[in-house]
């Protein structure tokens, strides 16, 4: 089956640091990635939506400056949460549709953000 | 705006026990329709899906799923608990058209020996 890939699996950064988290889609291409937040005992939230080749796709309230998008490559996404703060701190999942494929999503396993 | 509704953050059943875990979608066009399973730290895996197909879906370890559009309803039942079925359970809609998924809260469901 499909596999995506997050790294890191966890991290723990300073407050003010810059952090990047990788999703890759390991066996198919993917002309669109989703990124969510989760945060302890709640549902995911979606934060922006990566295009291949064009500029992400922001939900009401994300800032896109603090969180940077980049989708590069068919089977690579990354996101950069910018001067990162403790209220940063989640739980981070990125999720890829097979290009071409509209019902069927694979999520990667998530990337624990610790912000002292 | 499509949403979704999970009735219950929290479902407690004895081993063996039947699970219901409950869903309701709000969608002016028949949707896509999803059960995701997570365990701890982990990422999202699908039990089952709904694509307007057949109404009952049977999906992984031992999973079903009943679309019915008059309740607009798309419940999670398992006929007997198993303790590794203890997780949190997503429900998820989708538009027809897009990739784009709306969650539910999730159902954290406890399995007692």
């Known amino acids: 089956g499909a596999v995506v890939s997050q790294h890191p699996s966890w991290v723990i950064c300073k407050s003010g640091t810059s952090v990047k988290i990788e999703c890759r889609s390991l066996d198919f291409q993917a002309t669109t990635m989703f990124w969510y937040r989760q945060f302890p005992k709640q549902s995911l939230m979606l934060m922006a939506t990566?295009?291949?080749?064009?500029?992400?796709?922001?939900e009401q309230g994300v800032e896109k400056d603090k969180f940077l998008i980049n989708h590069a490559s068919l089977t690579l996404s990354t996101l950069t949460v910018t001067s990162a703060h403790p209220e940063d701190s989640s739980f981070y999942i990125c999720?890829?549709?097979?290009?071409?494929?509209?019902?069927?999503?694979?999520f990667g396993p998530g990337t624990r953000l610790t912000v002292l | 705006a499509q949403s979704v509704t999970q009735l219950g953050s929290h479902v407690s059943v004895s081993e063996g026990a039947l699970v219901l875990l409950r869903c309701n979608y709000s969608?002016?066009?028949?949707?896509?329709l999803f059960w995701y399973v997570q365990y701890p730290n982990q990422g999202l895996q699908l039990l089952l899906k709904?694509?307007?197909?057949?109404?009952l879906v049977k999906g992984i370890n031992g999973f079903e799923a009943e679309f019915k559009k008059s309740e607009t309803s798309f419940h999670l039942t398992k006929p007997s608990a198993h303790m590794s079925d203890a997780a949190e359970y997503f429900c998820?809609?989708?538009?027809?058209?897009?990739?784009?998924?709306?969650f539910g809260e999730g159902t954290q469901l406890t399995v007692n020996p």
């Open positions: 990566s295009n291949e080749g064009s500029k992400a796709t922001y």
């Open positions: 999720s890829a549709p097979p290009a071409g494929v509209y019902n069927e999503q694979f």
């Open positions: 709904y694509t307007s197909a057949a109404t």
């Open positions: 998820a809609v989708k538009e027809t058209s897009g990739s784009r998924l709306t």
């Open positions: 969608s002016s066009v028949p949707p896509y």
